[in-house]
């Protein structure tokens, strides 16, 4: 019990003694931790959207353009007719506008010409029974004057190829963010030991073991991960939740709420940071007590 | 309690810093080691703590030999022994009381007995009274006492002095032999490196003169 208050005294006290290369180190990982978390929240909020695109079972059917609202309701009566239909409504091109106008605001009029709407007509289509849904869509597909059909699986893979990308430029990231982080966080824990060589020769002189010559400088390395994640966890939550709520008024966006995710981020964080700290401290412990460490009474 | 058997250290090919030495040093012995710069008296020391591997031979401490000896149990070799320094090696951010009970506390012992054991130490080589004060506040003849006491908190077998006089003036060198020589009194073995002839002729103890790695002379101390 005493030996651990020690070794988180002195743990702190290199800590602060070494102010800049800890902010260094801490600064370091807070950076590897935000574009880690970040990707991960990307990710599942990705991996949400393309759970919820796959559960609907409502689709657009757009028509071409030019075609008159009463060819338009004839084509509906087609629509309605074809296998596994269970509604059909009608969207004209004025609605789409107006919707998107409601969206866009004043965006809008730098979008789309005055006078003009590139809006087709369309049929907002609902289906029975979802495991005949691509069989439903190329039959829609095969209607007269239908232009297209919102295809929920080209949305799915675009989101699934980009969710991949995120997830691999995600890793590359953490791992070169990662080694950076080893770095600095054992040259600040070598350094630390360079200024406290003369007391180390000393200790290493009455007969104490490595281990206890290595423990305060492993909690440094711990200190340094804690602080990175609880900063961590602070700046994400921040950048999150005002990311989310400037995605959602641009565009319906329901993001997972970061609260709810709160305990597993700061929980991996604190993992990741204290994973960092101790093999960092190692791996300059084992280098320095191999060599100048070695030099312990220096006649 | 301390023996070398033909011990050779070499550092490169022609350098030989203890050549083919034997030697041995009984229990509760004091013994100053002497012989000019460069004559391999450091490198015995080094080997004495295995600070360095021997080349050949066999060096043994209490029944351990020293050349089989694994590394995870020096740390244990080392605290038999009290190392005293030339330059003190006397952590001067830290009071004198700080500077004791930092060897204690290095070896796992408890606070209640550091509490316990740093005073009496302290009063042994006369610096109860400094027990407060920082460290770099005090003399040189000072701080070589609170070297000695550090390397006696732990009640080692022997005290290992690498010359203690050599920074501290004449009468003070006294004082720290005769501090030394009363320690060996109460049975620890002492083993003192030093240049000083004067002090190898007022106190009467054994003397090995090692010369170019070689054992030159072994005198026994007069009328004992």
């Not at chain 1, 423990?215 to 804690?226: L, M, R, S, W, Y």
């Not at chain 2, 034997?22 to 080094?46: H, Q």
């Not at chain 2, 920074?167 to 490196?193: A, F, H, R, W």
């Amino acid at each position: 019990m005493g030996n651990i208050k020690y070794f988180l005294k002195e743990g702190f006290k290199n800590v602060w003694t070494n102010g800049i290369m800890s902010a260094a180190s801490v600064l370091v990982m807070v950076c590897c931790m935000i574009l880690t978390g970040g990707a991960v929240l990307l990710s599942i909020n990705l991996n949400q959207a393309l759970k919820s695109i796959e559960n609907k079972n409502s689709i657009t059917v757009f028509l071409q353009k030019g075609i008159s609202h009463e060819v338009a309701q004839s084509i509906g009566k087609k629509i309605e007719q074809t296998e596994n239909i269970f509604s059909c409504e009608y969207y004209s091109s004025e609605q789409a506008s107006e919707k998107y106008k409601d969206v866009l605001g004043g965006l809008y009029d730098v979008v789309v010409q005055e006078g003009e709407n590139p809006f087709p007509e369309a049929f907002h289509v609902t289906m029975k029974d979802l495991s005949y849904y691509d069989k439903t869509v190329s039959e829609l597909k095969k209607i007269e004057k239908v232009e297209s059909v919102s295809d929920r699986s080209e949305t799915a893979t675009k989101l699934s190829s980009l969710n991949k990308l995120i997830s691999q430029a995600g890793l590359c990231i953490v791992c070169s963010l990662g080694m950076v982080s080893l770095f600095i966080i054992s040259n600040t824990i070598k350094i630390t030991m360079h200024n406290r060589r003369f007391e180390i020769s000393i200790m290493k002189s009455v007969g104490a073991t490595n281990g206890f010559i290595k423990a305060p400088f492993i909690v440094e390395g711990i200190i340094i991960g804690c602080l990175a994640a609880v900063i961590s966890t602070v700046i994400l939550n921040f950048v999150y939740n005002s990311l989310v709520s400037v995605v959602s008024d641009i565009i319906p966006f329901y993001g997972i709420n970061f609260k709810n995710i709160f305990w597993e981020v700061f929980n991996c964080f604190i993992l990741t940071g204290v994973f960092f700290g101790v093999i960092g401290g190692l791996i300059s412990l084992r280098k320095y007590l191999n060599r100048e460490g070695g030099d312990t009474v220096a006649w | 309690m301390i023996r070398f058997e033909n011990v050779t250290k070499s550092y490169g090919k022609d350098c030989k810093a203890i050549d083919n030495l034997s030697l041995k040093i009984d229990y509760g012995e004091f013994v100053f080691i002497v012989g000019p710069s460069g004559s391999g008296k450091s490198t015995f020391l080094k080997l004495l703590t295995k600070e360095e591997e021997l080349n050949s031979g066999n060096i043994f401490v209490n029944g351990n030999n020293l050349s089989t000896m694994k590394k995870r149990k020096i740390p244990y070799l080392r605290r038999t022994m009290g190392i005293v320094f030339q330059d003190f090696r006397v952590i001067e951010k830290m009071t004198v009381f700080e500077n004791v009970a930092f060897a204690m506390h290095v070896v796992g012992a408890k606070s209640r007995d550091i509490r316990k054991r740093v005073p009496y130490v302290l009063s042994l080589v006369n610096l109860n009274d400094k027990a407060r004060k920082k460290v770099s506040e005090l003399s040189g003849g000072e701080k070589q006492r609170v070297g000695l006491a550090r390397a006696l908190v732990n009640n080692p077998d022997m005290i290992i002095a690498d010359e203690p006089t050599g920074n501290i003036d004449p009468s003070m060198s006294y004082e720290i032999v005769d501090l030394l020589s009363q320690v060996n009194k109460c049975g620890t073995t002492v083993i003192m490196v030093t240049h000083d002839i004067s002090i190898v002729k007022k106190f009467n103890f054994r003397v090995v003169e090692i010369s170019e790695g070689k054992l030159k002379n072994d005198i026994k101390p007069r009328g004992k």
